[in-house]
């Protein structure tokens, strides 16, 4: 459920509980909504720890695999500009290329792709690793847009 929108989720549940008059409905909603609203307190903390340049990029890359298991679509933008930026640490590039290589459902997919053939284009000094796990991310999501 995490990567979807929980308001309107909850709406949805409040509207279906209220609708077919569920048995202990209130108390069926309300934990409803607590695990939505801890999902997304999880995103969100998460999300504040991967684009904080003053964390250790240890401390960043310990955030990375939630991103892989669970491809937040809200933190797109925010990891594409971690991974177009010559200057992060080539780990957090690294991670966060392999990372968006796990969004193969997400609607912005051809959008990661331009990015990531664009950084291939563009920076000269790119090395092996790091081109790598762009190639293979490329390679991965157009698979899925065919």
Do not use: H
Not at 12 to 33: D, P, S, T, W
Not at 34 to 48: G, Y
């Amino acid at each position: 459920g995490s990567m979807l929108n929980s308001a309107l989720l909850k709406e949805e549940f409040e509207n279906r509980i209220e609708k077919e008059n569920v048995y202990n409905g209130e108390e069926f909603y309300k934990q409803i909504a607590t695990e939505l609203d801890k999902a997304d307190d999880m995103r969100d903390f998460v999300w504040s720890a991967l684009i904080n340049k003053r964390l250790s990029t240890k401390g960043r890359l310990n955030y990375m695999s939630s991103v892989r298991n669970y491809p937040y679509t809200q933190m797109i933008s925010d990891l594409l500009n971690i991974l177009t930026d010559s200057g992060e640490a080539e780990e957090v590039r690294i991670c966060v290329a392999e990372a968006l290589g796990w969004y193969v459902y997400c609607e912005r997919k051809a959008e990661i792709v331009a990015a990531c053939e664009g950084i291939i284009e563009k920076e000269n000094n790119l090395s092996a690793p790091l081109k790598d796990e762009l190639n293979k991310t490329i390679n991965r999501l157009k698979t899925y847009m065919r």
